[in-house]
C-alpha cells in the first residue's frame, strides 16, 4: 500500500471505519479493471433497509448485481428476489431462494420464460397490458398478477422513461380483463424514479396509485398487494439520508395512504449495492490535444463499454479518487480505453482531476456496485468485461 | 418459410439476387436473438473496395466484426487488419495473419500490450500524445509511428468526438519528439468520421492533413506512409454510392493531395461488414399505454444492451422488416427487453411499424453485421449476448 493511500486511509479511520472494499483495493494489484464489492455492506444496507421498511418484504432486484455471493448471503438474510428473466430466475434458484420468494417483475416477458415461472412454482407476476394477461392465460394459467402503473414524473434525480406501467383506466381495465381470463389480480406496482433523494418525494406518487388502488376497490377489485418498486437513493459523492430513517419515512408516507394493503413489497437494487462496492482502475494516457489547450484528456482502462453505461449522457457522475488526490487538481475530459469515439464518460461538464496524474495511475471508482459487471459489454475492442472479487 | 416472406423474397428476386443472409433467416428458428452475417458478402465488398482503392492497402477494423470466420476469410484473401488491443492481435493471428499485416491504431494503448505487439513484429502504431511516444520508446524501441490528427466536422453522419488524435503543431512536436526518442515517424493517419456519405466530403479533411504533411517535410520529417482510416458508408436503408465508385473518388482526391505518399492505408470496418449481416429477433409485447393513446408501445427481445448498442441517441436507424410488411402500418415506440428504463430503441422520431404487429412475431433488423456482437453486455438482466452465425 503506497504512503498516500495509507495516509488517506488513516484520516478517515478517525471519523469512521475503512472500507473493506477499498482496503482490499489499496492492498492489491490487479491486472485489469476490477470490482471489489463487500458482502458484509451489502448486508448491514439490506438490515438497515429491512428495519426502516418494517412490515415491507424486501425483494432484491437481481439485475442490479446478480453475483452469486451476493445473492447467496442475501438469501441466508431471509430477502426475496425479483428477476427480470428465466435466467435471473435460475440465478436466485441456484442461491438456495425458494420460488415463493421470487417474483417474476418484467412487464415484457418471454412466453417460455412465464412457462418456466409458473411450473417452478412463482406465483407474483407483473403486468401492464393487455397482450401481457394473454401470454399469461396460456402460460400461467391461475397465476397472481400485479398491475403496474404508469406514474408521471417524480423529483427522481433521473425521472424513468414510459417504458413501463399504463394509466390508470388501463390499470382498471386489465384488472377486468384478468379476472375474465381466470387470473387473480393482486394489487399494483409503480417505480418512483432511480434515485429519489427525498422521502417526501414520494407522496405525489403515492396519491395518485392511492387514487387508482380506491377505484379498484370500488369495481370489486379485492387488492391485497402494494410493490412499491424501487428508487432508494445511493450516494455518489453527495449525501443520501440514512437508509433506515428514508425506509422509514416512506413508510409512513405508505401507511397513511394504504392501511389496507395487506401485502407489501419493495425491490431496491442500487440502494441496496451501490456503496458497497468499487472499481479499481487504472490511467492508460493523460495528453492534450494542443499545447494551448486547457484541459487535458485522461484515458482510462475502463469505459462506457466495460462497466460504466451508467455515465450514458453523464447520468451517474461517479466520484473517482487517485493517490495523489490531495494534490493541485484541474480540468479534465474523461474517457475509456477503446477505439469509439463514443467511449467518453465525462465532457460537457469537465472532471476535476489532480495535475500530477499519469500514464500507470491506480484510480478508484466509488459506488459501483450496482448496474456495472453485467452492462460490461462481452469483448468490444477485444477488451475483457470487467472482473468481480466479492469480499 | 412462410407465404409473406416467400412473396417477399420473389419479389425482390426479380430485382437483385437474395441475400443469402435473408434466406437463411427466412428459413431457420432461432430461440434467442441471432446475428446471421453472409461471409461471401463480406469477402464481396471486400473486392469491392479494395479495386476502388487502388493502391491503398485495406486493414479490415477488426472492432467492427471480430467473428473468426470473417477474420479467416479475410486473411485467405489477402488483407490486412488494424487492431485495438492485445486480444483483437490475437485473433488475428488466430486467423492466420503475420504481424506485419496487422497495424495497432488504438492511440490508447495499454504498456503490456505495446511490448507484446512489439516483440511479435508488429511494425506499425498509431499515436497522438507525448505521454504515449513515452510508453513507445520504453516498450517498442525503434518501432514506427504514424501520428494521428485530430481533423475539423466533417460531413459525416456521425462526425467524431474530438477523442482521438491531436492538432497539427502538436503532431509536428510529437514527431520531433519521436526522432529524440529513437522511434520512426512513418506518416499521418485520420479519420474523416463514420459514414460519411460523399467522397467530395473528403476534401476538406484531406486539405487539411496535407497542410500538416508539407509542414512536416518542410521540418525535415521524410514522411512516407497515410493512413486514411474509415468512413466508408454502409447503407442502413437509404441508397449510398457503389463501394468501388466510392472509394475510387475517394483515392482520386487522394492522390491529387499525396503524389508523395508512397504507402497509403485505409481501414473499413462499417463499410465492409455492416450490410452483410441481419438481426433475427422477435416482438415480445405489443402495447398501449393507454386505451386512447395514438402510438403503441412494441417490445422486442433485443435492446440496446444486447446488440443494438449504436442506437443510443437513436444514432442508427435500422431498417427493420416483419412478415406483415406490406400491410397497414401505425407509429410506435421501439424498445428492448430489459428492465431498464434507458433501454428504448426509437422514441424522439416514432417508428412505423404494422398495425397487426404481435407477441410472437418474427422482425428482421437489417445492416447489423458492424457493431453490434462485441457491443452487447454479458448478461445484464440475465439475457445472454447476441448469438452470431456465420454463413
Redo the contacts between chains.
Keep these: 500500500m503506497n504512503a498516500n493511500v495509507t495516509g488517506q486511509l488513516a484520516r478517515r479511520n478517525s471519523i469512521v471505519p475503512v472500507s473493506r472494499h477499498l482496503l482490499y483495493i489499496a492492498q492489491n494489484a490487479f491486472d485489469r479493471p476490477t470490482l471489489v464489492i463487500d458482502s458484509q455492506a451489502v448486508a448491514r444496507q439490506y438490515v438497515a433497509l429491512a428495519q426502516g421498511l418494517g412490515r415491507a418484504r424486501i425483494h432484491y432486484?437481481?439485475?442490479a448485481n446478480?453475483e452469486p455471493q451476493i445473492l447467496r448471503r442475501l438469501t441466508r438474510m431471509g430477502a426475496n428476489f425479483d428477476?427480470?428473466?428465466?435466467?435471473?430466475?435460475?440465478?436466485c434458484l441456484a442461491a438456495g431462494a425458494k420460488p415463493s420468494q421470487i417474483s417474476f417483475?418484467?412487464?415484457?416477458?418471454?412466453?417460455a420464460d412465464i412457462a418456466f415461472a409458473h411450473e417452478i412454482g412463482i406465483t407474483h407476476f407483473a403486468v401492464?397490458?393487455?397482450?401481457?394477461l394473454?401470454?399469461m392465460a396460456v402460460h400461467a394459467p391461475g397465476a397472481r398478477v400485479c398491475i403496474r402503473l404508469?406514474v408521471e414524473a417524480t423529483g427522481a434525480d433521473?425521472p424513468?422513461?414510459?417504458?413501463?406501467?399504463?394509466?390508470a383506466?388501463?390499470a382498471l381495465?386489465l384488472m377486468d380483463r384478468a379476472r375474465e381470463l381466470g387470473l387473480v389480480v393482486s394489487g399494483l406496482s409503480f417505480?418512483v424514479g432511480?434515485q429519489t433523494r427525498e422521502p417526501q418525494m414520494w407522496a405525489d406518487t403515492l396519491d395518485q396509485v392511492a387514487k387508482v388502488w380506491q377505484m379498484a376497490k370500488a369495481g370489486s377489485h379485492a387488492l391485497t398487494l402494494l410493490n412499491i418498486g424501487g428508487g432508494f437513493p445511493a450516494s455518489y459523492g453527495s449525501e443520501v439520508m440514512e437508509p433506515n430513517r428514508y425506509a422509514q419515512e416512506v413508510m409512513a408516507l405508505v401507511n397513511a395512504r394504504f392501511p389496507d394493503a395487506v401485502e407489501i413489497m419493495a425491490e431496491p437494487g442500487r440502494g441496496l449495492v451501490a456503496e458497497a462496492g468499487a472499481i479499481a482502475a487504472e490511467v492508460?494516457?493523460?495528453?492534450?490535444?494542443?499545447?494551448n489547450d486547457l484541459h487535458r484528456?485522461v484515458?482510462l482502462?475502463i469505459g462506457k463499454?466495460s462497466g460504466l453505461?451508467e455515465t450514458?449522457d453523464e447520468a451517474i457522475r461517479y466520484r473517482i479518487t487517485t493517490d495523489h488526490s490531495d494534490e493541485q487538481a484541474g480540468p479534465c475530459i474523461l474517457?475509456g480505453?477503446?477505439?469509439?469515439?463514443?467511449?467518453?464518460l465525462y465532457?460537457k461538464q469537465l472532471y476535476q482531476m489532480p495535475l500530477e496524474l499519469?500514464?500507470?495511475d491506480r484510480v478508484v471508482i466509488h459506488s459501483c456496485g450496482a448496474y456495472t459487471?453485467?452492462?460490461?459489454?462481452?469483448?468490444?475492442?477485444?477488451?475483457?468485461?470487467l472482473d468481480v472479487v466479492v469480499i
Tied chains: 1, 2.
Excluded at 428477476?83 to 440465478?91: D, F, K, Q
Design positions: 432486484a437481481v439485475k446478480p428477476a427480470a428473466s428465466r435466467a435471473e430466475i435460475e440465478m417483475g418484467n412487464t415484457i416477458k418471454r412466453p401492464d397490458a393487455l397482450a401481457e394473454d401470454k404508469l433521473w424513468l422513461s414510459r417504458k413501463f406501467g399504463c394509466s383506466t388501463m381495465s417505480h432511480s492508460l494516457l493523460v495528453s492534450r490535444k494542443d499545447a484528456w484515458y482502462d463499454f453505461a450514458m474517457a480505453p477503446s477505439c469509439d469515439s463514443a467511449d467518453v465532457e499519469k500514464s500507470g459487471t453485467t452492462y460490461a459489454s462481452v469483448g468490444f475492442n477485444g477488451f475483457p468485461p
